[in-house]
């Protein structure tokens, strides 16, 4: 089965630099990917990584470690519209599933 | 906007009933995902299709099935509604089945009273 697992909630200040981290067990891998959703809204996608180490696009990057079962996503240069929940998720191989975890809310402080 | 569209956006019905949820996938998409996601939950995958064919199966309940037509559209039947199903019911779709990322439609709230 899989298993993913990321922190309920984090706070951080307009301007700064905040790092969602991600671990996660399973049968098998094919990519991690991250998504962000405002309340109510649709998850829009942010990155995907099927190889180890950093990807990076403008103010967000992800990180991946497949040995240590490890992502993180990296947000720079914080603005209030980024408050939102952040969705890790996890390919399997044997099958397309795709399975998230239950999501980061991230609020932004002024 | 992805390109993925699903209707209805709402839809309010009783306990006992049945609805059928529809997604238009992306131009070009053959995999069609669907995902509920109850209040302050995150999203449970339901089950996948690809060209047609069941692909994947999640935690989905007897009470509800999917099918993908020719058309690439699918469907998703809820029956002998609970309370317990309201939820937001959202669609994806992705190229193929490999490697791709999915897009998300803005999701069918349904409640359930």
């Known amino acids: 089965g899989q298993n993913i697992d990321q922190p309920t909630e984090m706070t951080a200040t307009e301007g700064a630099i905040v790092q969602i981290n991600c671990t996660y067990q399973?049968?098998?891998?094919?990519?991690l990917f991250w998504y962000q959703q405002h309340a109510g809204e649709a998850p829009t996608f942010l990155s995907y990584n099927v190889l180890d180490g950093l990807e990076e696009k403008g103010r967000f990057s992800s990180f991946l470690s497949r040995s240590k079962g490890y992502s993180y996503l990296l947000l720079k240069e914080l603005q209030m519209k980024d408050s939102a929940s952040y969705l890790c998720a996890v390919r399997g191989r044997r099958d397309d599933k795709i399975i998230f975890g239950k999501g980061t809310r991230l609020h932004i402080l002024p | 906007d992805s390109g993925v569209t699903q209707t209805p956006k709402h839809l309010i019905t009783a306990t006992g009933q049945r609805v059928t949820l529809r997604c238009s996938p992306r131009?070009?998409?053959?995999?069609v995902y669907w995902y509920q996601q109850s209040l302050d939950q995150g999203l449970q995958f339901l089950i996948q299709y690809y060209n047609g064919e069941e692909r994947a199966k999640g935690n989905i309940l007897e009470r509800f099935s999917a099918q993908q037509f020719p058309d690439l559209h699918s469907e998703l039947n809820l029956s002998s509604l609970e309370l317990g199903d309201s939820a937001l019911y959202f669609c994806a779709s992705s190229e193929d089945r490999d490697r791709n990322t999915i897009y998300f439609g803005e999701g069918s709230w349904l409640t359930v009273v």
């Open positions: 131009s070009g998409d053959l995999s």
């Open positions: 399973t049968s098998g891998f094919n990519g």
